[in-house]
């Protein structure tokens, strides 16, 4: 072998063994401590001190585990991690391999390196770095659409080879954009004044019209008291009437009516006692804190103290941050940045006014200075709250002052004392502040994303009340993001900051939101986006409930619309009365013309919801609700056929057909203009002049049989996919 060839081979021999010791000797932050966080921190660290053993620091960890020989038996042996439901869980073979490394290179730790759990997003748990913690950063919109939101749909869908489906015809997006925004069917003189409209404005303009409709804000407010666990009685045993919390639910409606902007619909929610210049109004909308379940007879009143605290954390932190800040009330948070200390640190803000309120209802009339059913201090000065180890009452644990979650780095600092002479703790305030902050990553995604759900069916995240680690990662990030930094933001065509209005009209006014409910290539798409996350077509959706039973007096013509004032009792059927202690004192139905009111002014007794409202998925009133379940089940089309409530509709409709056009075929249209929104077709039209013809057959004999045969058809109609869907 040559000279050269030897310092060749020699050159060759170091390079490879250099390597292999390179590769052998693992980096402690690149490697090791993201081991390290993900399984063992849980339970070693600084508060949870298992065997008491801390591996935070390199101190605890050479101590506790014998400098890394004792963890590398335990993990080898499969005896750690320990067992989680009866069943051990051994680390892979990679990770015990990478962890004997180290443990053999000598156990390095960089001097003065502290470990958290939080630092880092790792396959098991959210990090401080998860993406709805970081900073809300407008990206550019990509150049493929005139619509900034088209841009960006179109730009996903193009990456998966797909495209749009056409537009919607004018009869579909009309019927559409009247439930979408007011939760009503458009009358058929509607539905024609808007065909008929040649300006190429037209659409915009039916939006506007309809976003300044005072039926707008009784649709949407519903979907906010649905994430603030509305209900107008306590629940429990006893289902107690909350005095005037009506006038909470009527503040909701004006709100979104007058599109007040969202930093003030969340200060007065929270905070309306403390705002400057507050007014009646303001106090009114604290009925949110209180709008839950609240039982006044506790087996342990100290106890139940903390079930509450519970409430008012997970209800706020879900509504305004979609994060699930209870789950770390009795240890750091499984999934997410949140350690216990946050949780008592948002706690903090109600403790003020729940303290003492065992066996009370809440702050009195004297206190809040108004008739309203809301929240206020007891004082200015309250004791501190304590952690109480694993949530439990009699373990306290070290006081812990008024703070944010600590994961919102920008904005973790300490909260300001009340200023003199002032009766609350301005906390709740101070909260409401942060949370509409700028710099809070959370608030503006989270309601615009509410928005869209509500629009399209679905999301762009599609767990609308946890955007942690166990909710779903938005579709369409750049979208969500340039959303979220556009509502943020004033802008001199559309309107202030922080205002909802423009929002919708933004989303409606794009192609994406006017495509069709079907697609050319259907079958070839659905095979591959099954739940049509890239919106390569619109979603066709069941209408709610509410909008179900609205509709139904719409078209019969018996809608009432009076706005405001205390709820209505509807009818309810002996059988639905069952099991309530007074029958005929807990529930006296309302005179006729208020029961034909909309849904959004119904009484939402706890105990007895109306059967038909529960049929199709009226939502949970025990705890926040994002997203109601939409179910396809057999009750559903049992009730629709033999419901009281559904066969007096018909029978209104018959009545209003009846009224309004002579003869057969000019009855059968105005029906179907009225049920669907357009004419039926030749078929149609004879299969219902047949049904017509057979029902007073068998109807022949009875008083009126051609009314009965014209109701059997209106309860036809009313039973229709095309009546209860809006494509």
Known sequence: MSHVRQLLFVFATWAVSASANTVSVPDFNRDIAPLIAKRCLECHNKRDLKGDINLTTEVGFTKGTENGRLALELVTKGEMPPKVKGQQQKLPDAEIAL?????????????????????????????RDWWSLQPVVRP?????????????????LAKESMVSAVRADRRTLVRRAYFDLTGLPPTPEQVEQFIRDPAPDAWPRLIDRLLASPRHGEHWARYWLDLVRFAETDGY??????????????WVINAFNSDMPYTQFVAEQLAGDEVPNRTEQSVVATGMIRAGTWNDEPNDPNDYLYTRLEDMVHTSTSAFLGLTVKCARCHEHKFDPIPQNDYYRIASFFWAGHMGQANQGGPTTKALGYEAYGWTDKSSNPPPIRLLLNGERHKPGPEIAPGFLSAVNALDKPLAPPPPGSKTTQRRLQFARWITNEQNPLTARVMVNRLWLQHFGQGLVRSPNNFGFKGELPTHPGLLDWLASEFMRPTVDAGPAWTLKRIHKLIMTSSTYRQRSVHPHETQYSQRDFLNRNLWKFNRRRISSESLRDAMLAVGGRLNMRMGGPSFYPGMSAEALEGLSRKAGDWKSSPADERSRRSIYMMTKRSRLLPLMTTFDFSDTTASCGQRDVTTVAPQALALLNNQFTHAQSEALAKRLAGHAAGTVEQVKLAWQLAFGRNPSDGELGQAENHLHEQRQHFDGRNNPGHLALASLCHVLLNCNEFIYVD
């Open 237 to 250: 045993e006893r289902d107690k009437l909350k005095p005037n919390i009506w006038r909470y639910r009527d």
């Open 99 to 127: 962890l004997k490394r180290w443990v053999n290179a000598g156990v390095a730790w960089p001097s003065g390196r502290v470990l958290d759990p939080y630092e880092s997003t790792t396959d098991v748990r959210g990090g």
């Open 140 to 156: 550019a919109v990509p150049r493929l659409a005139k619509h900034p939101v088209d841009a960006f749909i179109a730009a996903k």
